[in-house]
């Protein structure tokens, strides 16, 4: 299957099996985890070098960089979060200030997916799709497409908000290349959005996650 083809059908046309209810929202984890492992399964075959996904000597020697800038982005805008939540008095999540429990098994679910969503839309996705655009129009499609996908949540906010963290960690990948790096990033920034309660535009209201998150 040619590339061009193949990014469309991955992370552009996925989205619509949930939008269309092909399959419900529920399973949404599982076809990421299903994606992350056919992503380790075609990096298996071809067997890049380390450097091309982020990995190896790359990694950890650029690991710090990236996360020391990751982490001055991150207070900025958690800063202009809490700010804005303060004055319109709105409380944090409560799933977080009451049940510590769930606020460690969420912290380290929430680990596991942002690895898995970075080895497939940075590591992967700019060692497979290399070459077939200009860098700077591969970096605005990982983006989009980074955005665009979180449509399944049924919020334009999502997608924005997305969007806008998908330019962050697409930035951040292809300045040092440290998938850990952004990995750890990804991590910080959904856990910190959960926590403040912007995490009601990333799941369903039906869901039993949203329903954690509201106790």
Do not use: C
């Not at 419900?24 to 599982?30: K, Q, T």
């Not at 992350?36 to 075959?45: G, P």
């Not at 944090?92 to 769930?102: M, V, Y």
Request: net charge positive; hydrophobic share 60%.
């Amino acid at each position: 299957m040619p590339r061009g083809i193949e990014l469309a059908l991955v992370f552009f046309l996925s989205p619509v099996i949930f939008v269309g209810e092909l399959i419900p929202a529920r399973f949404l984890l599982l076809v990421l985890l299903l994606a992350a492992l056919w992503a380790i399964w075609v990096i298996k075959r071809h067997k890049p070098a380390d450097e091309l996904l982020g990995l190896g000597t790359t990694n950890r020697r650029n690991f710090w960089p990236v996360l020391l800038v990751g982490l001055i982005a991150w207070a900025i805008g958690l800063a202009i979060v809490l700010t804005m939540r303060h004055h319109q008095r709105i409380p944090l999540a409560p799933g977080f200030t009451t049940n510590q429990w769930f606020t460690l098994a969420f912290a380290v679910v929430y680990t596991a997916g942002a690895a898995a969503q970075e080895l497939l839309f940075r590591s992967f996705f700019f060692w497979r799709y290399r070459g077939l655009l200009p860098l700077w129009a591969l970096f605005l499609l990982n983006a989009i497409s980074f955005g665009w996908i979180h449509i399944v949540f049924g919020s334009w906010w999502s997608v924005g908000l997305s969007f806008a963290g998908g330019l962050l960690f697409a930035g951040l990948y292809l300045w040092r290349r440290s998938l850990g790096g952004v990995v750890a990033i990804h991590a910080l920034f959904g856990f910190s959005a959960f926590a403040t309660g912007l995490g009601n535009f990333f799941v369903s209201s039906s869901s039993p996650l949203a329903r954690m998150l509201s106790r």
